[in-house]
């Protein structure tokens, strides 16, 4: 088990590139350029600034979240926020394309088209595909926008914008087909989501609700009001999620203690974190790591 979880601010396997630098970055390239450099399997990661698209066109993956692991078969469209762990096992045949963003363009790409929020605030898997949008539709888009980046036509960001755009938007109808309901929204409640979102993954467990919403400015009842309409859930519920996902990712995939753990998210004292994780899990951290590396060993 390694000690901590490795974060790029690049690429995957690179110390260093262009997307650790601040502003706006996109890079695109096949799935089977990378992992077979690294026989086929990309070890949990997490990303600072990035979020990335992966299109699996051909083969199979197996795809490793902080709390699951899921068996996929082509074509999927997997999308990955910022700060999200992941790790994918790859077969041999696989094809597909993975498009790297940086938070900043992403943000940038849609200004006023706060519905997509609720998309991209967390990790996607897409399995279903319905007209109009079939895999090759998807295949075709990022294609374009491969061509697109690496060729040196004339208004080169305009066009790759409109083509971003594009692709985002079939994700998201592809995406509110599996979703019950319409999810209405404006730009003020994501920005506020947003913020809380930073807030959360900051402070961890050591801000109360009402905290949180006095940071911002705005009364709990508002905080509340805004997590329900982009994310379904209370605030509550969404920061018991963050730590808990959290607590399971340095659990599996390092070699902390647990009170290095409940320091990390910023609890007090370790049998305060023990008894939370408890609560919500039925478990104790102890046996929660055992039984996860019995599972694996």
């Not at 992992?35 to 199979?60: C, E, K, M, N």
């Not at 999810?183 to 930073?198: E, I, K, L």
């Not at 949180?212 to 982009?230: G, K, S, W, Y």
Request: charged share 20%; proline share 5%; glycine share 4%.
């Amino acid at each position: 088990m390694q000690q901590r979880i490795t974060q790029y601010d690049g690429l995957y396997g690179e110390a260093q590139s262009d997307a650790a630098r601040p502003g706006e970055y996109l890079f695109s390239e096949r799935i089977e350029t990378r992992s077979r450099l690294f026989d086929w399997v990309i070890q949990p990661h997490t990303h600072a600034r990035l979020y990335q698209v992966f299109f699996v066109q051909s083969g199979q993956v197996t795809f490793r979240e902080a709390t699951r692991q899921r068996e996929l078969v082509s074509p999927c469209i997997l999308l990955i926020p910022p700060t999200a762990l992941h790790g994918l096992v790859y077969s041999p045949d696989v094809t597909g394309r993975i498009l790297t963003l940086s938070d900043t363009l992403l943000e940038n790409l849609f200004p006023a088209t706060s519905v997509l929020a609720p998309m991209l605030h967390s990790v996607q898997c897409l399995t279903v595909f319905s007209a109009p949008y079939p895999p090759n539709t998807v295949s075709e888009l990022i294609g374009r926008i491969d061509e697109e980046l690496f060729d040196n036509q004339p208004e080169k960001q305009v066009m790759l914008q409109a083509y971003l755009q594009q692709l985002f938007l079939v994700f998201y109808r592809l995406w509110q087909q599996n979703e019950t309901g319409q999810v209405a929204t404006n730009s003020q409640a994501v920005r506020y989501f947003r913020q809380f979102q930073q807030r959360v993954r900051q402070a961890g467990a050591n801000r109360s609700i009402a905290q949180l919403a006095d940071e911002l400015a705005i009364t709990p009842v508002h905080l509340n009001r805004i997590c329900q309409i982009v994310a379904g859930k209370s605030a509550s519920q969404l920061v018991q999620e963050q730590v808990l996902n959290e607590a399971r990712k340095y659990l599996t995939y390092t070699s902390y203690s647990v009170s290095e753990i409940a320091y990390l998210l910023h609890f007090e004292y370790p049998n305060y974190f023990a008894r939370f994780f408890r609560k919500h899990t039925g478990q104790s951290p102890t046996e929660f790591r055992e039984r996860t590396l019995s599972a694996t060993s």
